[in-house]
């Protein structure tokens, strides 16, 4: 049976703690991540006392800009995200006023504006502390995406939207730590941060276990401008960390149906390199929809999306490393700290 524990959690403003009388009025706290997203927070302030008596909470503490810190935990906590105000929504009535501080995490200031640009013999590293640089983001690099791209053009779309491609084309994903970008390679199927079992850990499980309709076979028709031939790469294996502690991938549990093979236009790459990184991707990404799912428990700061989680108690097809791709945690004064993740997994 799961244990009944209430958590607590902390906020800080611009590095330093809020006044009391503020902390006293809050009464819930939610924080939401996924990978490749801007990460959310929002908390909410009664402005009435439990009696119905008007509490003394200044909303001019907080503007937009704001940095905000929140931590959650049970027996001790932890910062699950830091980020800017981006709205404030106060609600006066007779009957009940509150006020709802809402913002995200530092990776939405790649939201703002567009951009046109082309970038010239650079690996994506390069091009993604470029671009970083540019929306005044520090970056933290994982991996090492080697190729150098002739030219890779950004037309007139947001930071944001731009990098969210160069992420789709390697199988590269998008996280804040604290307020510093990561740029790195996927992390589905790396060793789990922890083993959560069913029903001991969990209260609730619900999966979806989805045959695959594209991508058993993957080629990648590109264009070398020198030579002035049509060059081409093909995917048709991933790796054994794509069975995340299973005996098979979606691929190969779908054996029986017939073949998934696609084709890919990409006429704006004369690289052999790039073309094979750009098959490889696409043959995991359509591999990452064979089973996805959701599960609750009590709240856990350590669930975030970008981990792997070893799940078990359910069936041998079921058990096994499930890749955490988005994050709740919610702190409600009479509820308590509670987390419901997302989950997805590329075996069986």
């Not at 509150?98 to 951009?115: E, N």
């Not at 041998?316 to 997805?344: A, E, M, W």
Request: aromatic residues 8%; negative net charge; hydrophobic residues 35%.
């Amino acid at each position: 049976m799961l244990s009944v524990q209430t958590g607590a959690f902390r906020i800080l403003k611009n590095r330093s703690a809020l006044p009391i009388s503020v902390v006293a009025a809050i009464h819930n706290v939610q924080v939401q991540d996924e990978i490749n997203v801007p990460a959310m927070f929002s908390f909410t302030l009664n402005m009435e006392s439990s009696n119905g008596g008007w509490q003394d909470v200044d909303l001019d503490v907080f503007k937009p800009g704001d940095e905000i810190t929140i931590f959650l935990g049970l027996n001790s906590l932890e910062q699950l995200i830091s980020g800017d105000i981006t709205a404030i929504e106060p609600s006066f009535s007779t009957s009940s006023s509150s006020a709802t501080i809402r913002g995200f995490d530092r990776m939405y200031r790649l939201k703002f504006g567009t951009r046109t640009k082309t970038y010239e013999m650079l690996n994506d590293n390069e091009i993604v502390t470029e671009v970083a640089k540019s929306s005044s983001l520090t970056v933290q690099l994982k991996g090492n995406p080697g190729t150098i791209n002739q030219y890779v053009v950004q037309n007139n779309v947001s930071n944001y939207r731009f990098l969210l491609g160069r992420c789709e084309q390697l199988n590269f994903e998008l996280l804040m730590a604290d307020t510093t970008l990561l740029f790195r390679p996927s992390a589905e199927g790396d060793s789990p941060v922890k083993t959560l079992q069913y029903p001991r850990d969990l209260s609730d499980v619900s999966l979806n276990l989805k045959v695959p309709t594209m991508g058993d076979e993957v080629t990648a028709v590109g264009y070398d401008i020198v030579s002035n031939k049509v060059i081409k790469a093909v995917a048709a294996s991933g790796t054994p960390q794509d069975k995340m502690g299973g005996i098979e991938t979606g691929y190969q549990a779908a054996v029986d149906f017939p073949s998934s093979g696609i084709t890919l236009s990409c006429p704006d790459i004369s690289n052999p390199g790039a073309l094979q990184a750009v098959a490889d991707a696409q043959y995991q990404s359509n591999l990452k929809n064979f089973i996805e799912g959701e599960a609750s428990l009590v709240g856990d700061s350590q669930l975030v999306a970008g981990v792997n989680v070893k799940i078990t108690g359910l069936s041998q097809r079921f058990d096994g490393i499930y890749y955490v791709t988005s994050s709740t945690h919610s702190y409600d004064d009479s509820t308590g700290y509670k987390t419901t993740i997302k989950l997805r997994r590329t075996g069986i």
